[in-house]
């Protein structure tokens, strides 16, 4: 069984730990300290196959690690991890840069806007390490449960290894999603961060969080 490492005690590593525990999956949650509240509170009803420790531990002891931290702070959570240990693995991000300094709606973080992202800083981070940017442009509910929206929409994927997007759509399909589109190279995620601010005002406009882009083609 393989074994899946959350970096994130949020709502949206706690939605996505517990529907790797429903797939049958070993997840361990991991954060800054090894007995963060939020994480024994997951740990405390989450079953036999969870565990909680600090981010180092979870990337040494996983096999597929999910970032699921707070945008301003994923590069710092991703030091803390001992970068090492990150090593030949595949680290599935879904941070986006939001900035809520100025409160809602967030802005991107500049510095990771346009010419630069998130994905791409992770990668620059860890080099050695199978980066895969997917599942931000939805809200935490529908990236677990495709068909939440009613229909399912379609799910973009990029990354530099083709093997390790192979495997991060296996599981996306567990999740639901059945139309990926793979959008190249680490550099797509410039542009899938940039789809949060649309979402945001689509989140406004149809007043649910419950979508997802669709690609008709
Ligand atoms: N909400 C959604 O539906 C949704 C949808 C798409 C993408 N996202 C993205 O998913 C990510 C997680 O969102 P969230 O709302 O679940 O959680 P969050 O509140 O954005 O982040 C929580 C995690 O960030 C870590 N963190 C905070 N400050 C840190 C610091 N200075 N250094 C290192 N780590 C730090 C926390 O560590 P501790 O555990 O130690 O406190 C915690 O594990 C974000 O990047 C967000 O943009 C969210």
């Known amino acids: 069984m393989k074994k899946i490492g959350i970096l994130g005690t949020g709502i949206v590593g706690k939605t996505i730990a517990n529907r790797l525990l429903q797939l049958g999956y070993e997840v361990k949650m991991g954060s800054r300290t090894s007995n963060n509240e939020k994480a024994l509170n997951w740990l405390s009803t989450a079953g036999p196959n969870a565990q909680i420790g600090t981010f180092e531990e979870v990337s040494i002891q996983s096999d597929i690690i999910f970032n699921c931290t707070k945008g301003e702070a994923a590069e710092e959570a991703i030091r803390l991890t001992g970068i090492e240990n990150l090593k030949s693995k595949i680290l599935i991000d879904l941070s986006n840069p939001l900035d809520f300094s100025k409160g809602m709606p967030p802005t991107l973080i500049p510095q990771y806007a346009n010419s630069w992202s998130m ?25 677990v449960n495709a068909s939440l929206p009613g229909e399912n929409g379609s799910m973009f994927i990029c990354g530099n290894d083709s093997e390790s997007k192979k495997t991060v759509s296996k599981l996306l399909q567990e999740f639901g999603w059945n139309d990926i589109i793979d959008l190249g190279d680490i550099s797509a995620s410039r542009g899938m ?6 979402w945001l005002r689509l989140w406004k406009a149809t007043g649910t969080g419950h979508l997802a882009f669709k690609i008709v083609r």
């Open 193 to 198: 961060e940039m789809l949060l601010p649309i």
């Open 119 to 143: 994905g791409e800083a992770i990668q620059q981070l860890c080099p050695d390490t199978f980066v895969i940017k997917t599942l931000n442009m939805v809200n935490c509910e529908v990236m």
